[in-house]
């Protein structure tokens, strides 16, 4: 039996196609949160960005040592230093939108349950059961408004982790289950957004580790309204640095993405600016100029511009009025790392016509991704460095993302050093 034609894909990897599709979901007045002074600011230095040919720059060139990505004892020291300390984004508030839904994440190496409880508190656990530690859940995500009940041996717990029954409880006698609640994990819900620790007993002040700048820019933009498109997860055979400079920067978008990106886009036009540990880039769309040609009231730059944070270590959010292509890195091994990659939209996803445009545009970015960033950016040039058989990398002055991470990784060992009382990690 034949399996049918085989259907070629588009030089654009249908990303032109899908951009177009988003575009005409608008809505004319554009994201009403946002602060409309600071966004037509934005809209006006990009547009002289464009016009001089460059954006932001950092003061000067870096070397960097490629051994800092195959050091296993470095990146030991990075996993207890940076991944043990700061928090991930679990995912969206609308992932879980109503009591019971769960999010299951195994990302760090601890297995992470996270779900609403029916005061519509959001809570973590460990993903284990507390007699012989079977999971609780398997799938990523889904809705058990009942609470959870092991399926190895049918212990249950509710919504808050509290252990309610204990199957044939003769056979254990006296049985404490204000002792044998489910391992919480903190969480913290803030702008839409669902931050979690990596593992028990890590803690985190969210105040201090997004700073009032990133607090301010992602408060405007209501991520919790967003509605889930897909997911779905990546691994690379690559150091996780390697993952993440892979983002940082805009400077491959001619060569790299010129079927596509940069069919959009003016990449070297890019404002970037450093908030604390993280990063804003604001990339001005080929659309931009056309700013000019109407009266400056009448003048809605969101349509015009793709916002793109990354919360270090690992969160990056590429936002437009409609669509948030999100992505989470997270270290694997020393030379592997993993991306769940996800898109969300500001459409009813109880839609098919939008929820069909959601996975086409989440299909259409990760074929883009992992057809070329991944390639380029990550698998080869690890190959590249084993041994050190490429001693140092150079940073530009045009991958001022790529330096201030590494100088964040940097201050993070530092810090943590310092705790150890300089006795090392």
């Known amino acids: 039996m034949d399996d049918g034609p085989i259907q070629e894909i588009p030089a654009d990897g249908g990303m032109l196609s899908v951009t177009e599709k988003n575009r005409g979901k608008m809505d004319a007045g554009g994201v009403q949160s946002l602060n409309r002074q600071n966004t037509i600011a934005l809209a006006k230095r990009l547009i002289a960005n464009v016009k001089a040919g460059t954006g932001t720059l950092a003061d000067g060139v870096m070397e960097v040592d490629t051994a800092t990505y195959?050091?296993?004892?470095?990146?030991?020291?990075?996993?207890?230093?940076?991944?043990?300390?700061l928090p991930f984004v679990a995912g969206l508030s609308s992932d879980l939108a109503k009591p019971g839904d769960f999010l299951n994440i195994n990302?760090?190496?601890?297995?992470?349950?996270?779900?609403?409880?029916?005061?519509g508190v959001v809570k973590g656990f460990v993903n284990s059961c507390r007699h012989r530690g079977s999971a609780l859940v398997f799938c990523p995500r889904g809705q058990s408004p009942g609470g959870f009940?092991?399926?190895?041996h049918g212990w249950s717990y509710n919504l808050d982790g509290k252990l309610l029954g204990v199957a044939h409880?003769?056979?254990f006698g006296p049985v404490d289950k204000s002792e044998l609640g489910l391992v919480e994990i903190q969480v913290e819900e803030r702008h839409g957004l669902i931050f979690c620790a990596t593992m028990p007993?890590?803690?985190?002040?969210?105040?201090?580790?997004?700073?009032?700048?990133?607090?301010?820019e992602l408060a405007q933009w209501n991520i919790g309204e967003l509605s889930h498109a897909k997911t779905g997860p990546i691994a690379l055979d690559g150091n996780w640095k390697l993952t993440l400079e892979a983002f940082l920067e805009v400077y491959h978008f001619e060569v790299t993405h010129k079927n596509n990106l940069a069919q959009v886009a003016f990449g070297d036009a890019t404002e970037i600016r450093t908030l604390g540990k993280h990063v804003f880039f604001g990339i001005p769309l080929k659309s931009i100029l056309e700013l000019e040609t109407i009266p400056e009231e009448e003048w809605v730059p969101e349509k015009h511009i793709m916002f793109g944070y990354m919360l270090y270590p690992g969160i990056l959010m590429n936002i437009t009025p409609i669509?948030?292509?999100f992505y989470s890195l997270y270290p694997i091994a020393l030379n592997k790392?993993?991306?769940r990659h996800s898109i969300y939209a500001r459409l009813d996803m109880s839609q098919p016509e939008n929820r069909a445009l959601g996975e086409q545009t989440w299909d259409s970015s990760n074929g883009i991704v992992q057809r070329e960033d991944y390639p380029f950016g990550i698998t080869s040039p690890q190959q590249g460095?084993?041994?050190?058989?490429?001693p140092k990398f150079l940073f530009g002055r045009n991958e001022l993302g790529l330096q201030h991470m590494l100088g964040v990784t940097q201050q993070m060992l530092a810090a943590a050093e310092e705790d150890q009382g300089g006795g090392g990690l």
């Open 169 to 171: 409880p003769a056979d």
């Open 149 to 152: 009940s092991c399926p190895y």
């Open 70 to 85: 195959n050091d296993p004892v470095l990146y030991e020291k990075e996993l207890r230093a940076i991944f043990d300390r």
């Open 385 to 390: 460095i084993y041994r050190q058989a490429v």
């Open 337 to 339: 790392s993993g991306v």
């Open 107 to 119: 990302e760090f190496g601890t297995p992470i349950l996270v779900t609403r409880t029916k005061d």
């Open 323 to 325: 669509i948030m292509a």
């Open 201 to 216: 007993g890590a803690t985190f002040d969210l105040d201090e580790y997004l700073g009032e700048e990133m607090q301010q």
